[in-house]
């Protein structure tokens, strides 16, 4: 090596031999920069909203990160709705009194992609990020919302049950989080999120259905979900 940078010194003289082993350094510089990395993903989130209402997820994924600081994902999953409500009463001195019993469950299928920007906060001593800030931008297609429900009051005996079905619809979010890598090919997220899945609508409908019930279904409001992926990378 230094035979070479001799040679260069030697034939082009001071001014060149500087220009030539400035564009070796970023050269050598450059090639030790770890390789864009593939990834593939499990991905769940949940949420809970103050009404009793829980909306959970999981999906398997990809990503494609032809730039350090971009990557492209696209996914397919699984995603439910639930709601066990079951309200009671204090009464001297008997104990406990049922009031009312609210419960719903239902589901969907979705396809999602996500484009994301990081922001390395720490690397390694190979310049690896161990420690990165995401934000991600997303959009999908979920299949029709399939909802039950049941309602139960308990005063007068009366039972109800009933379904819902929406149609399927595009949908949007966003997610922002932490990733942190454990070796090269294993890391993990940490984010909060939020999209606009319709399940609202579907609720809205099963309650046109139940006419004068004393009781009725408690309307779906979306709220931020957490949510932790599992990461294995691969170099390209």
């Not at 001593?125 to 420690?131: A, E, G, N, Q, V």
């Not at 909802?147 to 109800?160: R, S």
Request: glycine share 8%.
């Amino acid at each position: 090596m230094w035979d070479i940078i001799y040679y260069i010194e030697k034939t082009f003289g001071k001014a060149k031999y500087l220009i030539v082993a400035l564009v070796l350094l970023q050269v050598s510089a450059k090639a030790q920069e770890p390789a864009n990395e593939n990834g593939i993903l499990l991905n769940a989130w949940t949420s809970s909203t103050k009404n009793n209402n829980h909306f959970s997820a999981i999906e398997l994924a990809h990503e494609w990160k032809s730039w350090t600081y971009l990557g492209f994902e696209l996914g397919a999953g699984l995603g439910w709705l639930a709601c066990y409500d079951l309200q009671k009463s204090w009464v001297n001195p008997v104990g406990y009194e049922k009031l009312y019993l609210r419960e719903t469950s239902g589901g969907n299928e979705f396809v999602r992609g996500k484009l994301t920007a990081y922001l390395p906060l720490w690397r390694d001593d190979d310049m690896h990020p161990r420690l990165v800030l995401f934000v991600s931008g997303l959009g999908g297609f979920t299949s029709a919302l399939n909802i039950e429900g049941h309602l139960e009051y308990f005063e007068t005996g009366e039972k109800i049950e009933t379904s819902s079905q929406s149609g399927a619809h595009w949908f949007s979010g966003f997610e922002m989080g932490l990733k942190g890598s454990f070796s090269r090919h294993f890391a993990m997220k940490l984010y909060l999120g939020n999209n606009n899945i319709q399940f609202s609508e579907t609720i809205k409908e099963m309650n046109t259905m139940i006419n004068n019930f004393p009781i009725r279904f408690d309307e779906y409001v979306s709220s931020a979900y957490v949510g932790i992926s599992l990461v294995y990378t691969y170099s390209k």
